[in-house]
């Protein structure tokens, strides 16, 4: 079993940039395939970008392509969101998430197995 616990999250202005970081612990890091999900108010959380286990397959949602980048850092066991050019819309919780059954990058919600607490980024316009 992993745990995940996200930060990185905060208040920018529309165009900013920020990184999102999530610390895996309790399992071995490269196990597990990893991903972004978000969730704004009164909405479903939404599948943002996924990286497998191997690091060879990086997924991204069309409404993030060439602005957000999915890396990890199996080191530190750490996965990294950077995201450019933010958008008010893009105002959500954050959540890192882990899956330990596929090879490739999954995109439901039900296909991970593991959730982090998630971390608040707002996005002014």
């Known amino acids: 079993q992993v745990q995940l616990v996200e930060s990185g999250g905060g208040l920018v202005q529309a165009g900013d940039s920020l990184r999102l970081s999530c610390v895996a612990s309790?399992?071995?890091?490269?196990?597990?395939?990893l991903a972004w999900f978000r969730q704004a108010p009164g909405k479903e959380r939404q599948f943002v970008a996924g990286?497998?286990?191997?690091?060879?397959?990086?997924i991204y949602d069309d409404s993030v392509q060439g602005r957000v980048s999915i890396s990890k850092d199996n080191a530190k066991n750490t996965v990294y969101l950077q995201m450019n050019s933010l958008k008010p819309e893009e105002t959500a919780v954050y959540y890192c998430?882990?899956?330990?059954?596929?090879?490739?990058?999954?995109?439901?919600?039900?296909?991970?197995?593991?959730w982090g607490q998630g971390t608040q980024v707002t996005v002014s316009s």
């Open positions: 998430a882990a899956d330990y059954r596929y090879s490739h990058v999954p995109s439901e919600i039900y296909q991970y197995d593991y």
């Open positions: 990286i497998n286990r191997g690091a060879t397959l990086k």
């Open positions: 309790g399992d071995t890091f490269t196990r597990y395939g």
